[in-house]
């Protein structure tokens, strides 16, 4: 990524990182849930889906790992991994620091690049970076990601739906989401392969709001279904 880029949203989140909760809060309050149900519902499916292909998640990467709100959800899912968590923005790694200290190493990405060794990673995982991220430097940061990965390892990519209306409503009056432009589901499986990746597959997630709970035992049968609040990419690295 030119640093101009890295830069700009280094200063964006810089600023919002002491008020992110919050305002994240206010956005999805009329979903009837808070931040923590959807990073909880992120890790737990990760979980879910590495219990049952096998695949190994010893070592992970947060890619884009913000104030850490998905921290103490690997604690719970992923006790035993190790945790890399890696953010543009030094302030927001400094309040996920502060939220939850622990062993977890934090990591500053600059200059286009993540300060880890090639293939040091069994499972990298992403949630809502992508479409903070300028479109014609997709290709860039998955190839990143795809050197940091093991052969055989694990992509997950969670991203928000630009199929789901109300998604698209929740972006575009939400502070955070000012200068991101939604990426849809086809197009970065599209730039996954290119980047290299294997075994690209598309399933779309987070059907139902608190009031239609009752319904959420259904969503693992509804991957298929385009209308998912958010999707999750699921790739693997060559071997």
């Known amino acids: 990524m030119p640093s101009r ?4 949203l280094q200063a964006e989140f ?6 992110y909760h919050e305002l994240h809060r206010a956005n999805i309050a009329i979903t009837g849930e808070g931040p923590e149900y959807f990073s909880e519902y992120k890790v737990a499916d990760l979980a879910d889906f590495v219990r049952g ?16 709100n998905s921290v103490p959800f690997f604690r719970k899912y992923f006790g035993e991994s190790i945790l890399n968590c890696a953010d543009v923005s030094s302030r927001s790694i400094a309040v996920a620091r502060s939220r939850f200290p622990g062993s977890e190493r934090y990591l500053q990405v600059e200059e286009g690049s993540i300060p880890l060794r090639d293939q040091s990673n069994d499972l990298v995982f992403s949630a ?17 990601l795809r050197r940091l990965t093991r052969p055989g390892g694990l992509l997950a990519i969670y991203e928000h739906n630009p199929l789901n209306p109300l998604t698209v409503h929740a972006v575009r009056t939400c502070p955070l989401d000012v200068n991101a432009c939604l990426v849809g589901a086809r197009a970065l499986r599209q730039r996954a392969l290119r980047a290299g990746w294997r075994h690209v597959r598309i399933d779309y997630k987070v059907f139902f709001p608190s009031m239609l709970k009752v319904l959420r035992p259904l ?10 609040a958010q999707y999750r990419l699921i790739a693997t690295a060559p071997l």
């Open 219 to 228: 969503e693992p049968r509804l991957g298929w279904l385009g209308l998912g």
């Open 14 to 19: 810089d600023l919002l990182a002491d008020e």
């Open 5 to 8: 880029t890295a830069k700009s």
């Open 53 to 68: 292909s096998g695949a190994p998640a010893a070592r992970i990467l947060d890619f884009g790992s913000g104030i850490g």
């Open 128 to 144: 809502c970076v992508f479409h903070h991220i300028p479109h014609e430097e997709h290709d860039h940061w998955l190839a990143e």
